[in-house]
């Protein structure tokens, strides 16, 4: 056996590659891998886990009834609380009174950590005038013709909502 | 090298080619083995039938419905993703295109900032260029979205198990495994991903998988004004979705890829690509 040694140090060294091979793969490689599918299965769990941001009307009448009664009651169905005033879930935080004290300085920087509405973007959105906006809409071509031709004094500052309540679309007199 | 006789004539040669020969023939039945174990992976749970009558009961396996017909183009859907899911600026999951036609067979398809700041009433810039120069005759718009597809070329390809679809059909990215490569961004046709900036991972649509999993709605599906977007258990026959299927046409997205659509449109015109 004068070749012995050579076998010997040949798979020692096979040994110990696999020996690392399978402790680096231990620890790089998640428990999980490998349970459901070819990825980590706890990813799935952690993708749900989330809090949603926008809380839906309900929510938003906890605080806002009169309002959310007069949406209800309105014709302005389609766009609920959150399609123009944005995502609630920081609004609530902030606004809730526990955390007032604990987000002074949010409070003071953004007062309602809601998206600044306008009074006339997000009419346009959906009421501006678009060859390809289905034609049932109703929707203007111009926010200064519109204002002109219904009798109004149009300015710099004029907004939708200076005539138009958002929440019931019902014309202010 | 069996018989002490080999031994006394196996030169240095030899015994390098005979150890060149063990190694392959290791290397053979090593993935041989690998092949066969990686055969026996659990596969998906899913099950193949899609539709309204499809699968068993028991699973859940949602579906998506666009109806263009219905779409006025507000960008309601985009705004509301951006938001629910923190969608960095540039960047969106789901979009609105807009689609122009002309007489002489011009098609423009326009989509400033996905529709997040909704669409300008610019035709008459759009009719100043000369080879147009006519009115428009015909358009619409298209809400774009992941297709979560059956057969996912963004899955395949990713190197590092970081793109997975769950047991519902969802393809969802695990932001913990992706070391964004962007090897996905490249395979999906519909160019639903993109590599977020702020985490350097691919990002895409999820059907706002942590709402739904808590009986909401996807965030674009609930701020629709226009109810253009349909979600739901497409194995539950009495679900609206599974209702609009039966009684539409529908169309998937460049079905001649072959990569099975969960996301379905009603009123898909054929220039739309």
């Known amino acids: 056996m004068r070749h012995a040694k050579h076998f010997v140090r040949l798979f020692a060294l096979l040994a110990v590659v696999l020996i690392a091979f399978l402790a680096v793969r231990a620890q790089v490689v998640p428990k999980d891998f490998g349970t459901l599918g070819r990825f980590r299965a706890s990813a799935i769990k952690e993708a749900a886990m989330r809090e949603p941001r926008h809380l839906g009307n309900e929510a938003c009448s906890d605080c806002h009834a009169k309002v959310n009664d007069a949406w209800a009651a309105g014709k302005h169905h389609t766009p609920q609380c959150e399609n123009c005033h944005g995502p609630g879930l920081l609004h609530v935080k902030v606004m809730s009174e526990d955390s007032v004290a604990a987000y002074p300085d949010r409070i003071k920087a953004f007062p309602k950590a809601l998206r600044p509405t306008t009074g006339t973007q997000e009419c346009l959105w959906c009421h501006l005038k678009t060859f390809e906006r289905p034609s049932a809409l109703k929707s203007i071509k111009n926010v200064e013709r519109h204002t002109i031709e219904k009798g109004g004094t149009f300015t710099a500052a004029s907004k939708c909502t200076d005539c138009h309540n958002p929440h019931t679309t019902v014309v202010k007199q | ?273």
């Open chain 2, 1 to 273: 090298m069996t018989s002490p006789a080999d031994h006394e004539e196996l030169t240095r040669r030899a015994f390098l080619e005979k150890c060149a020969e063990a190694g392959a023939h290791t290397f053979l039945f090593g993935s041989l083995f690998v092949t066969t174990a990686m055969m026996r992976l659990p596969q998906e749970a899913t099950s193949r039938t899609v539709g309204p009558r499809g699968g068993t009961a028991k699973e859940v396996i949602y579906g998506f419905v666009v109806d263009t017909t219905k779409c006025i183009g507000c960008g309601s859907c985009v705004r509301a993703c951006k938001a629910e899911n923190n969608v960095p600026d540039g960047y969106n999951r789901t979009w609105v295109e807009q689609y122009t036609f002309f007489p002489n067979g011009e098609v423009i398809v326009n989509s400033p900032n996905g529709g997040e700041n909704g669409f300008e009433d610019d035709l008459p810039e759009r009719n100043m260029p000369e080879e147009i120069g006519q009115l428009p005759v015909r358009g619409f718009f298209v809400p774009k979205l992941c297709n979560h597809c059956i057969d996912t070329p963004c899955i395949q390809v990713c190197p590092v198990g970081a793109s997975y679809k769950t047991a519902e059909g969802v393809v969802l990215v695990d932001p913990q495994r992706c070391v964004g490569c962007g090897y996905c961004v490249q395979a999906c046709p519909f160019g639903s991903r993109f590599l977020n900036p702020e985490t350097n991972t691919a990002d895409k649509c999820t059907w706002c998988y942590h709402r739904i999993t808590k009986g909401l709605k996807p965030a674009c599906v609930e701020y629709c004004p226009a109810k253009a977007r349909i979600f739901g258990n497409v194995n539950d026959p009495y679900s609206e979705i599974s209702q609009i299927l039966a009684t539409n046409r529908v169309q998937v997205l460049k079905s001649y890829l072959g990569t099975r659509p969960r996301t379905r449109y009603i009123g898909l015109d054929s220039e739309v690509i």
